[in-house]
């Protein structure tokens, strides 16, 4: 196998607050407020949803352009719920500026169900963890 990503996290002096480096970018990871930390960065679930988002995103325009379809401004919210009882869900929302046709909207959500973030997400995945 070969890797597509990779990100490594250094701990910083403030509980819960870590410096991420993915390739050449660099940014900040916390908490929230509520949970002990100084809510300076993403937590670790909203890295998780804004990567669904992201691929969403990226996929949906891969798509228009390879079928040259011109789909206008978009934004893809993404909300990830949990409850005691430990089910856990994902919620997707694509909202178009400019009103599409239902049949581009079905089409458009097979493409969604096929995004490799979405796929990796919708398998069971192996971790594998090593103590260096």
Known sequence: MSVIASAKVQTLTAPW????TSGTHQFITDKPEAAGGH???PAPYDFLTASL???????????????EIELGDFQ???????NREQ???IERRVIFTQP??????????NVCS????TKTLLRSLDIETVIL
């Open 114 to 117: 096929k995004t490799p973030v």
């Open 17 to 20: 607050k870590g410096e991420v």
């Open 87 to 89: 089910q856990e869900k």
């Open 76 to 82: 893809v919210e993404v909300d990830f719920h949990s």
């Open 100 to 109: 599409i046709s239902q049949d581009l909207k079905e089409k458009l959500l």
């Open 53 to 67: 988002a992201s691929c969403t995103m990226i996929t949906l325009r891969m798509y228009a352009k390879h079928k």
């Open 39 to 41: 809510d300076t960065g």
